[in-house]
């Protein structure tokens, strides 16, 4: 069997990597385990997901099984990813195990092709689910998926559906209507202007914009079967009570976009996706729970085999620092204390970078600014910092980004848990959505969704001497705090008067490929 090849190739593989010791190295501690449970996925043609810690060590773990399965197979990995496994990953499995499967990268599958492909995420859920009548999909149905950065896969697949409409667009269609192409510039134009009035660059569309938005739709609509594609899928979809149609304003063109978005993209996977083809998600902080139940209803996922690797315990606990007693982030008194507090934080850390996450705009923008007025050009605001004594102000998806770049911090500061912001239209809508069946929209979406920004974040401070600073009360005020900070375990809180010797003693370290050991929860 193909579990058994892949095991007894791996072993050999990890073998000849031993440490001096006699034992094996520490990024290496599951990639067994892992293997067997892909290769079995890929030969029962049977659903797999997978939580793995922080790093990319476990890459090889469904590459090998990828490269030794006889037939075709299809990863789906962010650029960065895909980069990796070319340069890295798969010239080491071929010199090292002789093996002879070809990799390509392209954004369709050849003819007869029997390798592996490795294609954008968007590129592989677009086909699937917009597909074009009368033409071909560009990747076969009974080829089995490897989707690593599973992390990402609500975000890729809201976006593959989200139907846009630009300045284009309308263009096409009032020189297809000629004869109502008066009326559809002046309906452009109100629309225009009714969105400059509003302050927000992103929202959801009102009663008077959508009723604008509705004749424009219902003039399109007189051009069916030739309907342009975006007018095409917007009519078909905008109704429906699970979508959203937001704006986006573009000032600088004196421009705006209209988005029209799924609420929930679990119900149009379920359909479209995953009866399809079998496949194996892999990623990090999917779930608190090890079966992913939570994460799997947002996906639409069906019954399937889970395993989720935890942090040892056996290891060296994550720092954590929480002062008391600190005003709640809706206290006015907040924004000075936090400022004071991270000025103090950043003065007392002599040796090492300082990350500080911001997630609300505003107080980002201040942060960086009062940081800037007293540390001068070691401040960075989204952008690259020095390695030895720079302190950097970013959002959460900025870091999530670059968070394996470079020297891991000293300090990380949070100034606020990283829940999703009502003012992004997306998650407004999916709030008010919940809320219309009467579901926990707290629980089930806005806490699982902090949970793991935050064991994504604090992934690169593991192993080190370095302490995570969270400025947030409600994590040790409120229940739903004391889950966050479980699901960052194995923790160990760090006094104010210990503080100082952590800061002191630790120094500037390369992120660490992956945790050095993890233990294993799984269920069938």
């Known amino acids: 069997m193909i579990e058994v090849e892949v095991h007894q190739h791996l072993r050999r593989l990890l073998r000849q990597r031993r440490s001096p010791t006699g034992s094996v190295p520490p990024d290496w501690p599951h990639q067994l385990t892992m293997a067997r449970l892909v290769a079995r996925g890929l ?3 049977r659903h797999a997901l997978i939580q793995v810690p922080t790093g990319d060590a476990y890459r090889l773990s469904y590459l090998l099984p990828a490269l030794m399965w006889p037939g075709a197979t299809l ?7 895909q980069a990796q496994l070319i340069y890295d990953g798969v010239p080491q499995l071929q010199s090292a195990l002789d093996l002879r499967k070809p990799v390509l990268q392209g954004d369709r599958f050849p003819a007869g092709f ?60 009032e020189i297809a209507l000629p004869h109502w192409s008066e009326r559809l510039r002046a309906i452009r134009m109100e629309l225009l202007a009714r969105l400059c009035r509003r302050p927000p660059v992103q929202f959801l569309l009102h009663g008077d914009e959508r009723v604008l938005l509705a004749e424009a739709i219902e003039l399109a609509g007189t051009l069916e079967p030739v309907l342009p594609l975006p007018w095409a ?30 609420v929930r993209v679990g119900p149009i996977l379920a359909r479209q996706l995953w009866p399809t083809q079998s496949v194996v998600t892999i990623g990090e902080a999917l779930d608190l729970d090890k079966t992913a139940f939570a994460y799997r209803q947002r996906l639409g996922l069906p019954e399937l085999t889970a395993l989720k690797f935890l942090p040892d315990r056996r290891d060296r606990p994550l720092y954590l620092y929480t002062p008391t007693p600190f005003p709640a982030p809706n206290n006015p008194q ?33 942060v960086g600014t009062a940081l800037a007025a007293e540390f001068g050009s070691r401040v960075k605001v989204n952008a690259p910092y020095h390695p030895e004594r720079g302190v950097l102000v970013c959002d959460w998806d900025y870091w999530l980004a670059n968070s394996d ?18 003012e992004h239209p997306l998650v407004a809508g999916r709030v008010n959505y919940l809320k219309q069946l009467r579901q926990d929209w707290f629980r089930n979406y ?20 370095g302490v995570v600073a969270i400025l947030d009360i409600r994590a040790i005020s409120r229940s739903y705090g004391k889950q966050l900070l479980e699901s960052l375990a194995p923790t160990l809180s760090v006094s104010e008067r210990d503080l100082a010797e952590h800061l002191e003693l630790s120094r500037p370290q390369t992120a660490p490929a992956s945790n050095s050991s993890a233990s294993v929860e799984t269920t069938d």
């Not at 990863?75 to 990813?81: F, L, S, Y």
């Not at 936090?338 to 107080?363: C, E, F, H, I, K």
């Open 114 to 173: 029997e390798g592996v492909l490795l294609v954008e995420p968007q590129v592989w859920l677009h086909d699937r689910l917009w597909p074009v009548e009368g033409s071909d999909a560009c990747f076969p149905r009974h080829i089995p998926v490897i989707v690593d950065r599973a992390e990402s896969l609500e975000d890729w697949a809201q976006q593959a559906l989200t139907v846009t409409l630009a300045a284009d667009d309308w263009h096409h269609l």
């Open 446 to 465: 806005l806490l699982p969704m902090a949970a793991s920004y935050l064991q994504r974040a604090v992934g690169v401070m593991r192993g080190l001497e």
């Open 233 to 262: 899928r917007l009519q078909q979809q905008w109704q429906q009570p699970d979508w959203v149609l937001w704006a986006e304003k573009l000032p600088s063109f004196g421009q705006f976009l209209i988005h029209l978005s799924p």
């Open 43 to 45: 030969r029962l043609q």
């Open 334 to 366: 907040f924004r000075d204390r936090l400022l004071s507090t991270l000025a103090q934080l950043v003065a007392r850390t002599n040796r090492g970078p300082v990350v500080v996450l911001v997630s609300d705009r505003p107080l980002h923008g201040q």
């Open 405 to 422: 770049r470079g020297a891991a911090p000293v300090l990380m500061a949070i100034a606020t848990l990283p829940f999703p912001t009502m």
């Open 75 to 81: 990863i789906c990995a962010p650029t960065k990813v």
